[in-house]
């Protein structure tokens, strides 16, 4: 028996994993992002196939316990995703990108804080250099979220996002990412004097 998916969900997943593609966020089989479909169950990109080319099914239905529910085997990270849910009860997507300049930056240059780090009231937060998908990972993301981070930096790895939807958690990581590049473009631009 088949677990019915709210299909508009799951599509809106498809598409923003597009849209991460063509902003240079993640790579073709990089990135992974989820969305709560209820108290029990997440719906979470799959493991190994690009996510540019996403259809709803393949999307990975996982029950909060962990349970493999439908779909292709899911992200290496659903430890992560489901450590963020457990929690953060107000979190309704999780959202994880490979961008360039926030975690190669981080420790090195702080992030500027424009409009969007006011709108949102969001701290930047800072995770070590841990192994991708591993448990010490989720449980690091787990304990900042819990303190209240919206945006995490991932030391030479990736931003994590969170929201009470996908397109807040999208904006999160695009504002950590973009908050890094204007900190770089000031410091050069003041080298430059």
Do not use: W
């Not at 493991?47 to 709803?56: A, C, D, H, M």
């Not at 529910?69 to 994880?96: D, F, N």
């Not at 841990?130 to 979220?145: N, R, T």
């Amino acid at each position: 028996m088949g677990i019915a998916l709210p299909d508009e969900s799951i599509e809106k997943l498809c598409q923003a994993m597009r849209y991460l593609y063509l902003k240079g966020l993640i790579t073709a089989l990089s990135g992974n992002a989820s969305i709560k479909l209820s108290e029990e169950r997440v719906a979470i990109t799959p493991s190994r196939i690009e996510k540019f080319l996403l259809k709803p099914e393949d999307i990975s239905i996982v029950a909060i316990d962990g349970t493999h529910l439908a779909g292709p085997r899911p992200s290496t990270e659903i430890q992560m995703h489901l450590t963020i849910y457990r929690v953060c009860s107000e979190c309704k997507s999780v959202v994880h990108v490979h961008g360039l300049f926030a975690p190669v930056l981080a420790g090195v240059l702080d992030p500027y804080l424009d409009m969007e780090f006011r709108v949102f009231d969001m701290r930047t937060c800072y995770v070590g250099e841990l192994p991708p998908g591993s448990k010490e990972l989720a449980d690091s993301v787990g304990e900042v979220i819990a303190k209240g981070c919206l945006g995490v930096v991932l030391k030479n790895h990736g931003i994590v996002g969170v929201g009470r939807s996908l397109g807040e958690a999208i904006e999160i990581v695009e504002a950590v990412e973009n908050s890094f590049k204007r900190s770089l473009v000031l410091h050069l631009l003041e080298k430059l004097r």
